[in-house]
């Protein structure tokens, strides 16, 4: 597969990406405003800072469907590594906060976690970022094949002449 | 050796052949990143997303260490253990030291060495470490200065700039860095504006810390309404004092990957000047107040203040204790405070009343200090302007939280 046929992948995959989470940007702020949850399955919409987890998740969608037009530019593919900076600051720090709530034991408990309640804490429902997490990582392979030198670029040693004017 | 003007020309060209690279320069993602993160569109939701990872992390890693261990060790263990050994129960002594012989909790007994040390060490330092690992690596990674650039529109308006968001930030941490940190910026007016606007509008992080404890749900509101107040109180200060407000030139320096030498380095530093601070503070406030209450002191003051706290303020009378308390430490008022029986509102208005209230006394001093930089002029011009402001902003945007409570029906 050329160059240009991974690019073309990418800006279809990133569209829809981009949409999905600007998708969810959306219902959370809207949940975030009327002070209501949402919970399906194993997805959970709550908690704290759900308005600004809604408006951090609405930015990162639009600049994944900005970046998306001219792709392959580099100041363009910043937005959507931004972006994806965007859906790990959330999803990093849920996860942080689930890794330090599972070690100490409860109110009445002991010092620590029983092994059931420290596997508990891990436990669904989760918010959405958490499962957007893994399909933003695609964005490093992008990084990888944008920063590949180009023939023409290769930068040239000693041809110069000063201007003595 | 002299040498002629062509001779000059050949050794300029035979050096410049070998140490420039002459070429198309590509931009590489670094330089597209440190690009974006400057420009407002994208650069504002990108610090919104930074300032939430902020506040995540304070809560997650403040919360761990507090809630998780310390409130178990002061409540369950070091409480009981003091109460069962320490002697006279119920005399001056121990009630100045231990507290209450019935509390069953640190917040409670109200103790120096019970509420006291589980303030300063259960609850402020975690809270102050999490503040300054985070604060130290946005600062080495070479954010803050781009953060500067983002605010400097907006602080432009209440006659600061830019720079000026590092002041507001150490103040998030601790106010007595934060004041000496306004000597960055170019006039009087400015380091004067925003060392009495910091000192009164944005709490510590040892307040925060037990905001978050006390009041988790409402830290939201009382952080907006205090960042209204700033911008509010700013624009009318920049407006009544005379003097200039400069443009200045921001060197922004390229993204950079923390070194994790300097951090701990950075960090030991802050953690220290603020834990050989806040200890011995915290302590002479309990005792303070301890002793002001056994010579009924206290009781006399909230008679006499009753009218303005209950009637302009609406918050009952007996947060006198604490807002005496907060001259020497804030946060500890802020503890003292969740033990006095008051509805949720009224508990909301009375910690916006302790940020406002009064700088403590270690910024108070710092304050002072600053203006003497400038002569006794300048220590009278910083100790009346600042007393003169406080009064306006405490009554005024102290009375309006009340008034807005009236206005929604939930007093």
Redesign the interface.
């Given at each position: 597969m050329n160059k240009e046929t991974k690019f073309i992948i990418g800006r279809v995959y990133f569209t829809v990406f981009g949409l999905i989470v600007l998708g969810i940007g959306i219902i959370e702020i809207l949940l975030g405003l009327t002070g209501r949850s949402f919970e399906y399955g194993i997805i959970e919409i709550s908690g704290?800072?759900l308005l600004?987890?809604g408006?951090?998740l609405f930015?990162?969608g639009?600049?994944y469907l900005s970046g998306v037009k001219n792709f392959s530019d580099?100041?363009q593919?910043?937005?959507i590594?931004?972006a994806s900076?965007?859906v790990w600051?959330?999803a990093?720090?849920?996860i942080?906060?689930m890794i330090?709530?599972s070690?100490?034991g409860g109110?009445e408990g002991g010092?620590f976690n029983t092994l059931e309640g420290f596997l508990a804490t891990y436990s669904p429902p989760y918010i959405p970022s958490l499962f957007l997490l893994p399909f933003s990582l695609v964005v490093f392979y992008y990084?990888k094949l944008?920063?590949e030198p180009r023939g023409e670029?290769?930068?040239?040693?000693?041809?110069?002449?000063?201007n003595?004017g | 050796m002299k040498l002629a003007i062509d001779e000059r020309w050949n050794l300029i060209d035979k050096i410049a052949k070998q140490v420039v690279k002459y070429g198309t320069y590509r931009s590489t993602l670094k330089d597209a990143i440190e690009e974006i993160t400057v420009k407002p569109l994208t650069g504002i939701p990108i610090a919104i997303a930074v300032l939430y990872g902020f506040w995540a992390f304070f809560g997650a890693f403040a919360g761990f260490f507090t809630d998780g261990f310390f409130v178990k060790f002061f409540d369950n263990h070091w409480l009981p253990w003091l109460q069962g050994v320490f002697p006279g129960k119920g005399g001056w002594l121990y009630y100045i030291l231990v507290g209450d012989p019935t509390a069953s909790n640190c917040f409670e007994a109200f103790g120096a060495l019970t509420s006291g040390l589980f303030v300063a060490i259960g609850v402020v330092l975690p809270a102050i470490i999490a503040f300054y690992l985070f604060l130290t690596i946005l600062e080495d990674s070479g954010y803050l200065p781009r953060l500067a650039v983002l605010i400097d529109t907006v602080l432009h308006k209440i006659g600061l700039h830019g720079f000026a968001i590092v002041p507001m930030i150490l103040s998030l941490g601790c106010n007595v860095p934060a004041v000496a940190a306004t000597r960055a910026l170019e006039t009087k007016k400015q380091r004067f504006m925003m060392a009495v606007l910091l000192a009164i509008f944005i709490p510590c992080g040892a307040q925060l810390g037990i905001m978050l404890e006390i009041i988790p749900q409402y830290v939201g509101f009382v952080m907006i309404y205090l960042f209204a107040g700033f911008f509010i109180f700013g624009f009318i200060l920049n407006k009544l004092i005379p003097g200039k407000s400069p443009e200045i030139l921001l060197d922004v320096p390229p993204y950079q990957m923390p070194i994790g030498r300097n951090v701990r380095g950075k960090l030991w530093i802050r953690v220290k000047g603020f834990f050989t601070v806040a200890i011995p503070f915290v302590l002479l406030g309990v005792i303070i107040v301890n002793i002001m209450y056994l010579t009924g002191f206290l009781g006399w003051l909230a008679n006499v203040l009753e009218p303005v706290l209950c009637g302009w303020f609406g918050v009952p009378k007996e947060t006198v204790g604490p807002l005496i308390a907060a001259f020497l430490r804030k946060d500890l008022a802020v503890a003292q405070l969740s033990t006095i029986n008051m509805t949720i509102y009224q508990l909301v208005t009375s910690v916006i009343l302790v940020s406002l209230y009064f700088p403590c006394v270690a910024t108070f001093a710092m304050l002072i200090r600053e203006g003497k930089e400038e002569g006794w002029r300048g220590v009278l011009q910083y100790l009346f302007g600042s007393l003169a402001t406080l009064t306006a902003v405490v009554f005024l945007w102290g009375g309006l939280i009340h008034l807005v409570w009236i206005i929604l029906g939930v007093v």
């Open positions: 704290e800072f600004w987890r408006v951090i930015s990162a639009a600049f580099i100041r593919y910043a937005k590594v931004m900076v965007m600051i959330i990093g720090m849920q942080f906060g330090l709530e070690i100490p109110e010092w990084i944008i920063e670029d290769k930068n040239k040693r000693g041809n110069s002449s000063v003595r | -």
